[in-house]
């Protein structure tokens, strides 16, 4: 079956910096969008991020653009979000997607991680 394993959340300072990563299996990884989600206490799960299969195609809320970079490797099967200049408002779970053969993970992917904790202190 499909598994999203999402690591690499955790306690940072306004300004800091995280890297989550998402490892994939049990899917044609090098064929399927990936995407970032996240979820705050007391709010809807809202968009993130999305990256194609290739890479070629980028999209990011626009909350974090410029602050945030999705990437990806096929080989390792893992897609990343490396996140800086990290605000307090950007405490949240945060969700990694998939949707094998779009290009990118829409609004209702098909595949869920079961999320990581960020949490930006003041």
């Known amino acids: 079956q499909v598994q999203l394993v999402e690591s690499g959340g955790g306690l940072v300072q306004a300004g800091g910096s995280l890297r989550l990563s998402c490892l994939a299996s049990g899917l044609s990884f090098s064929s399927t969008a990936m995407g970032w989600f996240r979820q705050a206490p007391g709010k809807e799960r809202e968009f993130v991020a999305t990256i194609s299969w290739s890479g070629g195609t980028i999209h990011y809320a626009d909350s974090v653009k410029g602050r945030f970079t999705i990437s990806r490797n096929n080989a390792k099967n893992t897609v990343y979000l490396q996140m800086n200049s990290l605000k307090p408002e950007d405490t949240a779970v945060y969700y990694c997607?998939?949707?094998?053969?779009?290009?990118?993970?829409?609004?209702?992917?098909?595949?869920w991680g079961q999320g990581t904790q960020v949490t930006v202190s003041s």
């Open positions: 997607a998939a949707r094998p053969g779009y290009s990118v993970v829409g609004t209702s992917p098909g595949y």
